[in-house]
């Protein structure tokens, strides 16, 4: 459960591991899903390069020109073996009209911050509806 403006969302959580440039997407990660969080590492230059193929297999999988997503770039705390600047992060998010942000899972400071983000593209994709409790599955 993760509150959001006074909001409460209910997340479940689809992790998909494992994924690379060949992988294809079961068809079900397409039905009931609201949102996306996509997530390479500031460290591997590979994971950036992948991470857009994914996003490309995720939209011709969904059939839409854009979807809710957040675009993470994770490990930030390996200072010495970053080698993606934040702001190519940013610049490939804004090319696909998404958030993004950088995180460590290391040192969990960014979790919820990483879901609450998607909530908000969700609401943006959704109009802003309002209710007591909300459903969303992201992956
Ligand atoms: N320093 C640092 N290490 C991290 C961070 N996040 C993950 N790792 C390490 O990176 C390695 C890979 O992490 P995983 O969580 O297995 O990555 P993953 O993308 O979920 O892996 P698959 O789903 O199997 O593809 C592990 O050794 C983690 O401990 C981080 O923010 N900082």
Redesign the pocket.
């Known amino acids: 459960m993760v509150s959001v403006n006074g909001q409460d969302f209910n997340l479940q959580l689809v ?5 690379d440039e060949y992988s294809i997407f079961p068809q079900s990660h397409s039905m009931d899903i609201h949102g996306y969080v996509l ?1 390479y ?1 500031v460290t591997s230059m590979k994971s950036f390069e992948v991470i857009q193929i994914l996003h490309d297999k995720l939209l011709d999988m969904v059939g839409k020109i854009q979807v809710p997503t957040v675009l993470v770039g ?5 200072h010495m073996e970053r080698v993606i600047k934040p702001e190519e992060g940013k610049k490939l998010a804004d090319s696909w009209g998404a958030a993004f942000m950088e ?5 969990n400071q960014t979790a919820v911050e990483v879901f609450k983000r998607i909530i908000l593209e969700m609401e943006k994709a959704d109009g802003n509806a309002q209710s007591e409790e909300k459903k969303c599955l992201v992956m």
Do not use: P
């Open positions: 992790d998909t591991a494992g994924q997530v590492s994770n490990k930030k705390d390996l995180s460590s899972a290391k040192e």
